[in-house]
């Protein structure tokens, strides 16, 4: 309970004495170019070969001729919104921006670069991690977007190798009786699960006490943590917004 306080008083911290307009949009920007671009082949090759992997496996499971073959394109859509594209690269996310921002931070503690930002009155907390959560949530929606559309696209190339579906089917699959709400709920999970790892990471990594070895702890507590909230906000989330 200590340590969840201490988490809020962090996050509180973000929006008093902020710094000017002008410094924050050039620090969002470069935080976002660091995120999506060193992210995007990453979260592109993971979520094809998710989305081909589903369709053969979801295609293995459809024994019965009477279901028709545009049902796997079908099966196929609604994992990759609800779970795979969000949930899934937000491990991977987690993994990959979550461990950069805590080791960074930790770096930055340890060799009292942020002692100096203090010294110099300036609020360390909201100048160094407030973009990067900024950025973050502005981001990884993006890539959450670009991991659907991978996994479906994977999903068609290895339908039209293996001839396990036809791209006809495969195309009436994926807009069959769609649910445009979804969407909504793949984007509305997205910006929290966002928020969760910059925020945890970043709180991990400010806080860092020691040495090298320290800054490893915090990468590798970061990354758990972070994993550890994700899915616990995704049932969350699913019990609030598609719960009857």
């Known amino acids: 309970m200590q340590e969840i ?12 004495n902020r710094e000017s307009f002008k410094t924050y949009y050039k620090l969002v ?19 094809t070969f998710m989305g081909a992997v589903t369709t053969v496996q979801t295609a293995f499971n459809m024994v019965s001729p009477l279901i028709p073959d545009y049902v796997i394109s079908q099966v196929v859509r609604e994992t990759t919104v609800l779970e795979l594209a969000p949930t899934i690269i937000a491990v991977i996310y987690a ?39 900024i950025a ?12 659907g ?14 001839s396990i579906i036809s791209p006809g089917d495969y195309v009436y ?14 984007l509305i999970k997205s910006v929290v699960f966002a928020f969760l790892v910059a ?9 860092t006490q020691g040495g090298a070895l320290e ?11 972070s994993v550890i909230a994700v899915l616990v906000s995704d049932y969350l989330l699913a019990q609030l917004l598609l719960g009857q």
């Open 95 to 133: 993994g990959k921006v979550g461990s950069s921002m805590a080791g960074g931070l930790g770096t930055m503690r340890i060799t009292e670069q942020i002692d100096a930002l203090e010294v110099m009155g300036i609020n360390s907390i909201s100048y160094l991690v407030l973009p990067k959560i």
């Open 136 to 147: 973050s949530m502005l981001m990884y929606p993006m890539l959450v977007i670009i991991a």
């Open 199 to 207: 925020s945890i990471s970043s709180y991990k990594g400010y806080y």
């Open 5 to 16: 306080g201490k988490y809020f008083i962090f996050i509180g911290h973000l929006f008093t």
């Open 29 to 47: 920007l470069e935080e976002s170019i660091s995120i999506g671009i060193g992210s995007l082949f990453l979260v592109a090759l993971v979520s």
């Open 173 to 186: 699959g994926i807009r069959y009786s769609f649910n445009e709400f979804t969407i909504t709920f793949a």
């Open 149 to 162: 559309v991978c996994a479906l696209g994977g999903g068609y190339v290895v339908g039209l190798v293996t």
């Open 215 to 225: 800054v490893g702890i915090s990468s590798t507590q970061a990354v758990t943590n």
